[in-house]
C-alpha cells in the first residue's frame, strides 16, 4: 500500500524549431510511491527499474531534492520519506527524466499541505527549479505546450491533441548526454539568416499544431538554432535527421530534448520508422531501444492509498573452451546442432500490474490476431508492477506493437518499447534434459566473447539465447567450436 503514488509522464522538450519554448508529453511513466512518513531529514530510497543500480540516485535523489525545496518554498519543515521511484523513464537521453523528478518532488509536497495548490499554481517553481520552461510544463500539465520564461513570470499556451493515429516513435540510443555538455555545444552567436528559419518555423508549427495541419510538421521541425549541433555529439544523429525525413512514413523528427535521443511523428508503419533508425544507429556502432509512444495528454497524476486492486483495471472478453562442453556422465555429446535465426524482435511492455489475469489477456489478444509469441519472460518489479516481454517474428512486428500499445493504455503500464536488432542462437539436443551443465556452459562461452545475453528460454531439447544481431556470427562460432565435438 502506497500512502502517495505520483505517476509523472515523459517528456520532449526543445521540439524541432521550437527551442527551449515547445514540448510534448509522452506516454511512459516514472512512479513515485511514498510508503512512510518518517522523521524530518530521514529518508529510505528503493529505485526500481532505469538507474536503479546508480548509488548517486539514491544518495542525491532529485525527487528529493525538490520535494525538499518546495517544502521550505512554502514555510513547511519536510518530512523525512520513505520513497520507492519506479523508473521507465530512461537517463540522461533528452525524455525528460530530470523534470520528471522535479515534477514528482514538487507534487509531493504539495500533496502534504493542509491545501493543496491546483497544479497549474506550481508550475512557476518547478520551472524555476529546471531553469526553463520545455520540459516540465507539459510533464506537469500533459499535451503540447508552448511556453515562455523571463526568469520571474511564466506563459504557455496548451495546443490541441495529437490525433490518434499519430505516434511519437522515439530511438534510445546507448549513449549518455547531459544538459550541460549539450548547452556547451551551441553557439553563442546565430546570423540573421538563421534566426529568421527558426522564427518561421517555430511560428509554422504551433500554427500547424493548433490548426491540425500535419502535414506541414516535417517543415516545420527544421531547426539551425540546435540540432545541427547536438546532432554531431552522438554516433547516427545527423545521419538519422537527414534519412529518416524523407521516408514516407515518417511526419517530422527532431532530436529529444538535448539529445541523444531522436523523436519522429508517424502517421502510419511507426515500427518501419524505428526500423530505419534502428539500422542507422548500428551503422554507427550503437545499440539503441524505441519507444512507439502516444501524446499523454494528463500530466503528473496524484492517487492516494493505492493498492494493488486500485491500479488494475478488470478484465476485457573468439575464445578457447574446454573439449569436455556438452558431454554427459555417459559420455556423449548431447549437443546436435547451433540454430540461429534473424528473423526476430523483442517487445517488451513495461510497468504492468502484477495481478492475477493480466498476462492471459494480454497473450490472448496477441493470439487472436494470430501473433505467436515465444521466449515469454516475466521480470519482477518490487511495488506489484512488473514487465512482461517476449519475441515475434519481424514480419508480425506492427501488430504485436499495436496490440501492446492498447493493452498497456488500458491497464495503466509505463509503456511499450521493442527491439529490431537482435537475434536468436540455440543448442538443439535429443539429450539435453540430462546434462545440467550446459546451460552454465553455454553462457561461460558467450560470456568469454564479451557476448550480453538479453533472454532465455529452456526446454528439454532446446536452450536459446537473444543476443545483440551484431553479436550472433560471433555466437553461433563460438558455440560451435566449444559444443560441436
Not at 535523489?61 to 520507492?84: D, T
Amino acid at each position: 500500500m502506497s500512502l502517495l503514488r505520483v505517476k509523472v509522464p515523459a517528456s520532449s522538450a526543445n521540439l524541432g524549431s521550437g527551442f527551449d519554448t515547445v514540448g510534448v508529453a509522452l506516454s511512459l511513466y516514472n512512479f513515485f510511491d511514498v510508503l512512510e512518513i518518517l522523521p524530518t531529514g530521514q529518508y529510505e530510497i528503493d529505485v526500481v527499474g532505469e538507474g536503479s543500480g546508480d548509488a548517486s540516485l539514491v544518495e542525491k535523489n532529485g525527487v528529493v531534492q525538490s520535494y525538499e525545496k518546495a517544502c521550505r518554498e512554502w514555510g513547511l519543515e519536510p518530512a523525512g520519506l520513505r520513497l520507492r521511484t519506479m523508473n521507465a523513464i530512461p537517463l540522461k537521453r533528452g525524455l525528460g527524466s530530470s523534470s520528471s523528478a522535479i515534477v514528482g518532488g514538487v507534487a509531493i509536497a504539495n500533496e502534504l499541505r493542509e491545501r493543496p495548490l491546483p497544479k497549474e499554481e506550481l508550475l512557476p517553481l518547478m520551472v524555476a527549479m529546471e531553469g526553463h520552461p520545455d520540459n516540465v510544463v507539459p510533464c506537469c500539465l500533459g499535451g503540447m505546450v508552448v511556453s515562455c520564461w523571463d526568469g520571474s513570470d511564466l506563459k504557455y499556451v496548451r495546443m490541441p491533441p495529437l490525433p490518434s493515429d499519430i505516434l511519437a516513435v522515439v530511438a534510445v540510443p546507448a549513449v549518455e548526454l547531459s544538459t550541460e555538455e549539450a548547452r556547451r555545444a551551441l553557439p553563442k552567436h546565430v546570423s540573421m539568416s538563421d534566426a529568421v528559419y527558426n522564427v518561421s518555423r517555430s511560428a509554422l508549427l504551433a500554427a500547424s499544431w493548433a490548426t491540425g495541419n500535419w502535414d506541414n510538421l516535417g517543415w516545420a521541425m527544421d531547426d539551425r538554432l540546435h540540432q545541427p549541433f547536438r546532432a554531431r555529439l552522438f554516433p547516427g544523429g545527423e545521419a538519422i535527421l537527414d534519412e529518416v525525413r524523407r521516408i514516407p512514413q515518417c511526419t517530422g523528427v527532431a532530436i529529444s530534448g538535448s539529445g541523444p535521443s531522436v523523436l519522429a511523428f508517424a502517421r502510419q508503419e511507426a515500427h518501419r520508422v524505428a526500423e530505419l533508425m534502428c539500422s542507422i544507429f548500428s551503422r554507427f556502432g550503437v545499440r539503441s531501444r524505441f519507444f512507439v509512444l502516444a501524446e499523454d495528454g494528463a500530466g503528473v497524476r496524484v492517487s492516494r492509498n493505492v493498492g494493488c486492486s486500485e491500479i488494475f483495471r478488470p478484465l476485457r472478453k573468439g575464445s578457447v573452451f574446454s573439449m569436455t562442453f556438452g558431454v554427459d556422465s555417459f559420455g556423449r555429446c548431447v549437443v546436435g546442432e547451433v540454430i540461429s535465426d534473424r528473423d526476430v524482435a523483442k517487445i517488451a511492455v513495461l510497468g504492468v500490474p502484477d495481478v492475477p489475469g493480466v498476462a492471459a489477456r494480454l497473450f490472448s489478444d496477441l493470439a487472436s490476431a494470430g501473433v505467436g509469441a515465444e521466449m515469454i519472460v516475466q521480470s519482477v518489479m518490487r511495488g506489484q508492477m512488473n514487465d512482461i516481454a517476449f519475441i515475434v517474428k519481424q514480419s508480425l512486428l506492427g501488430e504485436a506493437i499495436s496490440i501492446c500499445r492498447s493493452f498497456a493504455s488500458d491497464l495503466g503500464a509505463q509503456g511499450v518499447t521493442f527491439d529490431t536488432e537482435v537475434a536468436k542462437v540455440a543448442l538443439k539436443g535429443e539429450h539435453l534434459a540430462g546434462c545440467p551443465e550446459i546451460p552454465s556452459q553455454m553462457f561461460s562461452v558467450l560470456a568469454g566473447c564479451r557476448i550480453n545475453i538479453d533472454m532465455i528460454a529452456a526446454a528439454s531439447t532446446v536452450i536459446a539465447c537473444i543476443v545483440a544481431a551484431g553479436d550472433l556470427e560471433g555466437a553461433v562460432g563460438a558455440l560451435s567450436q566449444a559444443f560441436l565435438h
